[in-house]
């Protein structure tokens, strides 16, 4: 029994989170993006200036930029651009309230993996981020999307209740590093552990898995 929870243990953790980088001169759609990208489980940088785009990318690490074609400072092509030069492997997808065949043909030159016009479809939008996860071999399994939303119930149980980990860690049994663990996603929980969670949390088991 130890060794089948070990074994899922090591396969709740995963993958890598995928890191995204929203480039937009409107800060509404910079909020919106990080609410949603966030909610869906990605870690989001977002950047007003696409001055920097290209520097960010180039030290960031990131899977997935998500640039707007038409900023005041500089045109979305000429980022891409920009982007192009530092890494040729990151995959980019183009946002425009004004699209034209022009700027479409350009930046599918510049290897740009999608170009959909705002305002977008959220679910068509997911099925881009399905696609370039898919193509770059990192699209989460079943059971790493349930960790993750195990993981987010319970932090946002705990934080409702105003329970810090170390008192979460008082009620349980449980090591402060394994809640934060498993609410970060990055280890898996035996039903014993989320029974105790739940009971800390004043909440039903089947509580803990939200609308999985």
């Known amino acids: ?97 004004y699209p034209s065949l022009d700027t479409a043909v350009r930046s599918m030159k510049l290897d740009a993996v999608d170009y959909l016009k705002k305002p977008f479809n959220p679910e068509e939008f997911r099925e881009v981020l399905d696609r370039v996860m898919r193509k770059k071999g990192l699209l989460r399994t079943p059971e790493e999307n349930l960790h993750r939303v195990i ?21 349980t049994g449980l090591s402060v590093s394994l809640l934060s663990q498993i609410e970060r996603a990055e280890s898996s929980a035996s039903i014993s552990s989320l029974y105790k969670i739940a009971t800390a949390l004043e909440a039903r088991i089947q509580d803990l898995f939200g609308e999985y």
């Open 151 to 171: 993981g987010e119930t319970i932090r946002g149980l705990r934080k409702e209740r105003g329970l810090t980990l170390k008192q979460m860690a008082r009620r």
């Open 1 to 97: 029994m130890l060794r089948k929870e070990k074994r899922g243990e090591d396969m709740a953790k995963g993958l890598p989170p995928v890191r995204v980088l929203v480039v937009d001169d409107d800060p509404a759609i910079r909020e919106f993006m990080e609410t949603f990208l966030a909610k869906d489980g990605f870690e989001v940088t977002s950047l007003g200036d696409p001055e920097g785009a290209a520097d960010e990318v180039k030290a960031g690490g990131y899977h997935l930029v998500v640039l707007d074609l038409m900023m005041p400072q500089m045109d979305g092509v000429e980022v891409l651009e920009r982007i192009r030069k530092v890494d040729t492997d990151v995959a980019v997808v183009i946002f425009t309230g």
